[in-house]
Nanobody, 117 residues
């Protein structure tokens, strides 16, 4: 069974930075395309960044140039470096496989990111 454990969220001022981490277990991680998603209050969950097994990346237009996704196959982790945060980035952030490559696994608990002064 796949387990996803997200961490690193918190309260940050506009313009600040956070780094999110996701520990993945129960799969052969290195062969999987992974992604970070977010869900803001009252909105649908959306994919914000993805990374293939070959480390090709893609970003939603809303975060392009500010967020960077990376992975460490030795540690079975995926990361999201978020810079220049603004209020519109406030959401619960989740990692999972990229839905474009297969059915997503059961969601983890996510990590809350709140951008506020």
């Amino acid at each position: 069974q796949v387990q996803l454990v997200e961490s690193g969220g918190g309260l940050v001022q506009p313009g600040g930075s956070l780094r999110l981490d996701c520990a993945v277990s129960g799969i052969i991680f290195s062969s999987r395309a992974m992604a970070w998603y977010r869900q803001a209050p009252g909105k649908q969950r959306e994919l914000v960044a993805s990374i293939t097994s070959g480390r090709s990346t893609n970003y939603a237009d809303s975060v392009k140039g500010r967020f960077t996704i990376s992975r460490d196959n030795a540690k079975n982790t995926v990361h999201l470096q978020m810079n220049s945060l603004n209020a519109e980035d406030t959401a619960v952030y989740y990692c999972n496989r990229n839905y474009k490559f297969g059915t997503v696994w059961d969601w983890g608990q996510g990590t809350q990111v709140t951008v506020s002064s």
